[in-house]
T-cell receptor
């Protein structure tokens, strides 16, 4: 059972570079989410999607973009990396908004 | 805005002890509450999901309760083991909105 798969696991970026964090799920879930986790700060929602073609901002969307062209994939794009985006990023999915959520293993991103 | 608080932030107990982790939330109009476990450097693993109509859920040595009216949930771990050492996070959802997380309780079970 693959569940939620995130790639890459680790990445170091230079300031101003761009990259895409990949997330795919094989559970036919409608809802997908991106969170970031900073030490001692819990998880904060960046963007989420309730289905293909529909995305919405979370608490901390600035500096990020998303798209949802298929049910399975929900990539997160960083256009101009900044040191403040150094964090651990988690992708998650659920069948509906009030059902059990499943998380990927995370991407640890460092911007230098 | 929903806020979720977990107390204590860290807890250290000897092996075999029963323990309780606390979670409180400010908006009682939730649809569900979920408890997760996170090991260092790893993702989140779902432990228990309590729907708003339920009062508790059990899985093995874990029991989670929910009191919506007071905005509280507890996670009870029976006969703790060193393998239970991890960070435990609670999160709440209102309607079809995404989960809002607490900052977690870091548990250490000493052999």
């Amino acid at each position: 059972n693959a569940g939620v798969t995130q790639t890459p696991k680790f990445r170091i970026l230079k300031i101003g570079q761009s990259m895409t964090l990949q997330c795919t799920q094989d559970m036919n879930h409608n809802y997908m989410y991106w969170y970031r986790q900073d030490p001692g700060m819990g998880l904060k929602l960046i963007y989420y999607s309730v289905g293909a073609g529909i995305t919405d901002k979370g608490e901390v969307p600035n500096g990020y973009n998303v798209s949802r062209s298929t049910t399975e994939d929900f990539p997160l794009r960083l256009e101009l990396a900044a040191p403040s985006q150094t964090s651990v990023y988690f992708c998650a999915s659920s069948y509906e908004g009030n059902t059990e959520a499943f998380f990927g293993q995370g991407t640890r991103l460092t911007v230098v | 805005k929903q806020e979720v608080t977990q107390i204590p932030a860290a807890l250290s107990v000897p092996e075999g002890e029963n323990l309780v982790l606390n979670c409180s939330f400010t908006d009682s109009a939730i649809y569900n509450l979920q408890w997760f476990r996170q090991d260092p450097g790893k993702g989140l693993t779902s432990l228990l999901l309590i729907q708003s109509s339920q009062r508790e859920q059990t899985s093995g040595r874990l029991n989670a309760s929910l009191d919506k009216s007071s905005g509280r949930s507890t996670l009870y771990i029976a006969a703790s083991q060193p393998g239970d050492s991890a960070t435990y996070l609670c999160a709440v959802s209102k309607g079809n909105t995404p989960l809002v997380f607490g900052k977690g309780t870091r548990l250490s079970v000493i052999a």
